[in-house]
């Protein structure tokens, strides 16, 4: 029986960036879609793609400045912010969305890819350390066990701690 599993290493971390594109697009037409899902997205590194990121840094910065969010706006700031996101890049965005119904959804799978690749090394470090008799493997179970626990307090997080704190807090533990 031959093996269909893949090495990690091969394959791409999970991600959807037709998602992170219609979720992006979704904010910079809709001000109401903007207004009720900025607080469920609480950091850039929600999205997978180094662009959505830097997009959605642009976005925030200026809601949270009370400005107006729109395509030239958007991109405005990305060259101030020192980003070079083309306006063509930033206007196909827009062109993505017909309507932001479902976007709270869009934003849950993303948060749910989110925890996929910040599980998928945490898994990687539970194999090795499970492999080396040379470590703790109750030690190495509880670092563990306190990753799973902070990132199941993320989604469950309205407002507060960014996805960076809590990937820093991870870090730290191991």
Not at 16 to 35: N, P, S
Not at 59 to 82: H, P, S, Y
Not at 103 to 132: A, T
């Amino acid at each position: 029986m031959k093996n269909n599993i893949q090495p990690i290493a091969e394959n791409l971390p999970p991600q959807d960036l037709r998602m992170e594109e219609v979720v992006l697009g979704a904010m910079l037409i809709d001000e109401h879609c903007l207004i009720e899902v900025i607080g469920l997205i609480h950091s850039k590194e929600l999205f997978y793609k180094i662009e959505h990121q830097d997009i959605f840094e642009a976005i925030l910065k200026l809601f949270n400045a009370g400005r107006n969010v729109d395509i030239l706006t958007v991109v405005r700031e990305l060259k101030q912010l020192g980003k070079n996101v083309p306006i063509t890049y930033v206007n196909e965005l827009t062109s993505k969305i017909h309507a932001a119904s479902n976007i709270v959804q869009h934003i849950y799978i993303l948060k749910e890819l989110w925890v996929r690749r910040v599980l998928i090394p945490q898994g990687q470090f539970l194999m090795n350390c499970s492999w080396d008799l040379s470590k703790d493997v109750f030690d190495s179970l509880g670092k563990i066990q306190n990753v799973l626990i902070r990132t199941n307090d993320f989604l469950s997080i309205k407002k507060g701690s960014s996805i960076q704190e809590i990937t820093n807090d991870i870090l730290i533990l191991l």
